[in-house]
C-alpha cells in the first residue's frame, strides 16, 4: 500500500483494491476517524480523539460493518512488548502489538498471523504486508485500518510519556 495526504491506498493479493483514509469528523464532539473501504473488504472504523490527523488508540473504538469490537488495552509493565491489544469480534479473539507508528505491526487470531512492516519507496512511504493462516477480509481490515490509528500508547516511549499526562489529566488508567 502507498501512503497518500490522507492515508494508504492499495492492492491486497485477490482481495483486490483497499483504501484507508483518516478524517476529523464533528458531531456532540470533534474526533478523527480512520476509515476502511474495498469491494472485498467489510467497511471498518476506528474512531477516537488524536492529533495530526488520525485517531488515538487511547478511548478509541473500532467497529467492522457497524459492529462494535470490544478492545481491552494489556499493560504487564513499562518494558518493551508488555503493552497490547486484546479484541474481540463476533466469534473471534484476536491481539494486536506494534513497535510504533510505521514501524512493524502484528495481528493474530489463532493460527492467522498478519505482519505490516514499513518500506519506503518513490515517490513515498509503502506499507508491506504478508499474511499467514488463512487470513480472510476481516482479518485484513483490521490490520490495515490500525495503521492509520495512533499506536503510540502501545510502544515503550508511549508509555513512559503516558504515565506524567494520565497523572495530569487524570485519565486514571494504570500505564504500568
Known amino acids: 500500500m502507498t501512503r497518500d495526504v490522507q492515508g494508504y491506498r ?9 483504501d484507508v483514509r483518516s478524517m476529523l469528523t464533528s458531531g456532540a464532539t470533534r474526533h478523527n476517524e480512520a476509515v476502511l473501504k474495498g469491494e472485498h473488504f467489510p467497511e471498518t472504523v476506528f474512531s ?3 492529533s495530526g490527523g488520525v485517531p488515538s488508540l487511547d478511548g478509541g473504538w473500532l467497529q467492522i460493518d457497524g459492529i462494535p469490537v470490544r478492545i481491552d488495552l494489556r499493560v504487564k509493565g513499562v518494558r518493551k512488548g ?3 491489544l486484546d479484541m474481540w469480534y463476533l466469534d473471534r479473539q484476536y491481539t494486536y502489538r506494534s513497535a510504533g507508528q510505521g514501524k512493524e505491526a502484528v495481528l493474530s487470531r489463532g493460527p ?5 512492516d514499513r518500506a519506503v519507496g518513490k515517490p513515498g512511504v509503502e506499507r508491506m504486508g504478508r499474511a499467514e493462516g488463512g487470513a480472510d477480509a476481516t ?13 503510540a500508547c502501545l510502544t515503550l516511549t508511549g508509555a513512559l510519556l ?8 487524570g485519565n486514571g488508567r494504570d500505564e504500568g
Not at 162 to 169: N, Y
Open 10 to 18: 492499495g492492492s491486497v493479493g485477490p482481495f483486490g483494491d483497499v
Open 48 to 50: 477516537g480523539g488524536g
Open 82 to 84: 508488555s503493552r497490547w
Open 112 to 116: 492467522v498471523t498478519i505482519t505490516i
Open 139 to 151: 482479518d485484513l481490515a483490521i490490520a490495515i485500518v490500525f495503521e492509520q490509528v495512533d499506536t
Open 162 to 169: 503516558a504515565i506524567p499526562k494520565g497523572f495530569l489529566m
